[in-house]
């Protein structure tokens, strides 16, 4: 496995403890509320073929304070979109997933995130740490939250990819972007990725 901040740091659906209730069909599909390549910028294009369904965005088996079972809203999707992008250059990709919930468990699905962020907000996998740090909690006017991941590794520069999570209503849209290098670089691709959730 190459070690990426995508959303989240591991790409495998786990296994639900017991007594968590697992989604027996997701229906909901709209792969409009998805970042076109061109959207993250001229030189991104979309790569790698998607899961189906794509696991919980926020999945940290890595890190050994998460258990999957504490996370319950990932049960309730109705189903989920996503897409993986490529720049030109071959540096870090970058990741884009719209869920869309049962009535209610978007809001409980922000809430999961949110403890997933305290209770994994500094790990060491694989020989590197990992980080979580939230820049902004209240996002966008408070429709969503603003997060820095960081990996650090022994004998190479820091990775840094920003994630960026929205809701409205039921949907929920997580887009993970490695550092752009500017702050207005990154909220233009959110108000893109908000203007496609309508």
């Given amino acids: ?63 050994p304070h998460y258990r999957s079972e504490d996370y319950p809203a990932r049960s309730y999707r109705q189903g989920a979109v996503e897409r993986f992008y490529r720049p030109s250059d071959g540096s870090s990709p970058a990741h884009h997933v719209v869920e869309k919930f049962e009535p209610g468990w978007a809001e409980r699905n922000v809430e999961d995130v949110r403890r997933v962020l305290a209770r994994c907000a500094s790990y060491r996998m694989l020989g590197s740490n990992i980080s979580f740090s939230v820049v902004d909690p209240h996002y966008r006017a408070g429709t969503g939250m603003l997060i820095r991941g960081r990996i650090e590794h022994a004998d190479i520069p820091p990775t840094v990819t920003y994630f960026v ?22 909220d233009s691709i959110a108000a893109r990725a908000a203007a496609r959730l309508g």
């Fill in 1 to 63: 496995m190459v070690m990426v901040l995508g959303a989240g740091c591991q790409r495998v659906e786990p296994d639900v403890g017991p007594g968590v209730r697992q989604t027996v069909s997701e229906q909901w599909r709209d792969p409009n509320t998805l970042l076109g390549a061109g959207e993250l910028g001229s030189d991104w294009r979309e790569g790698g073929a998607p899961a189906d369904p794509p696991p919980w965005p926020w999945e940290q088996s890595g890190c």
């Fill in 165 to 186: 999570m929205l809701k409205r209503g039921e949907v929920v849209s997580t887009f993970s972007l490695p550092d752009p290098g500017s702050r207005a670089a990154l």
